[in-house]
């Protein structure tokens, strides 16, 4: 077979035209492409520098300042809720003490009125990143080995509710009944907001009581193996007389309903 159909003809017959070359359509085609980003480039930055826009901030900024914004919604909320409790009062009619009196009750039940009382401080703490193992017959510790973990504080709050806690507030929050402490990695999820060791619980109740509620926790003693050979923090201290905050958030159930 002739390889003609790709050189022009030579002599009195009409040249046939070249065809293009795989390699100049590619050109075209990368150039073609690379206006296209430009432009689209172009048109999404209007003006701005997308490199510090803030659809590309780290997660963790984003995060914080979900927190920052969730703690002043908390704030905002518990305002309303002491106007409206004083309107309230404003417009009893005769039944109004009744009323107001089974109120307080229940609200004092559901950990949304302060509590003042005696109580204890539970401190927990990650070791320090260069810790070893302090007694011999352990391994040398794991990264995991050396953070607190969802289940550690799980346990303390556990063991003072057993301990016969009136009323307990972690960092800054108080725990209600459909509170949920949770961790990230070393980092607690409380009722919306974010917090980093070191975490403190601290619980209104008898502190004899309390302390030997935690002393007798089983979560706790093994706790405890890590406190005394990796470095892991602990402590418990006596708070006199305190006042814990109210509960301040919604109390609507979003993903569960009462049985009827």
């Not at 430009?38 to 209007?46: N, P, R």
């Not at 794991?142 to 953070?147: A, E, G, S, T």
């Not at 507030?169 to 919306?192: F, P, Y």
């Not at 706790?220 to 007389?241: A, H, P, R, S």
Request: a negative charge; hydrophobic letters at 35%.
């Amino acid at each position: 077979m002739s390889n003609s159909a790709d050189f022009p003809e030579t002599g009195d017959g009409p040249a046939r035209p070249r065809r293009p070359k795989p390699v100049r359509i590619l050109t075209v085609a990368v150039f073609a492409l690379a206006g296209l980003i430009f432009f689209t480039s172009f048109d999404t930055a209007k003006g701005t520098n997308i490199r510090t826009d803030a659809s590309l901030l780290k997660l963790s900024d984003l995060v914080q300042e979900r927190s920052r914004k969730n703690q002043e919604l908390d704030e905002s909320n518990a305002a309303l809720r002491d106007d409206i409790e004083s309107l309230a009062r404003r417009d009893d009619d005769g039944d109004g003490k009744a009323r107001g009196d089974r109120l307080a009750g229940l609200e004092e039940s559901a950990g949304t009125r302060k509590l003042r009382g005696r109580a204890i401080t539970v401190t927990l703490d990650d070791a320090p990143p260069d810790a070893t193992a302090k007694l011999p017959g352990y391994p040398e510790p794991q990264p995991d080995y050396l953070v607190i973990h969802q289940q550690d504080l799980q346990a303390v709050v556990n063991a003072l509710w057993n301990g016969g806690a009136q009323g307990i507030k972690v960092m800054d929050q108080r725990l209600i009944s459909t509170s949920a402490v949770r961790c990230v990695g070393n980092t607690l999820i409380l009722q919306g907001r974010v917090y980093s060791p070191p975490y403190r619980i601290t619980a209104v109740g008898d502190p004899d009581r309390l302390r030997k509620a935690l002393a007798d926790s089983q979560a706790i003693q093994n706790y405890m193996v890590y406190v005394n050979v990796y470095g892991l923090g602990w402590k418990v201290d006596d708070e006199g007389t305190v006042t814990l905050p109210g509960y301040s958030g919604t109390v609507d159930l979003h993903y569960a309903k009462p049985v009827e």
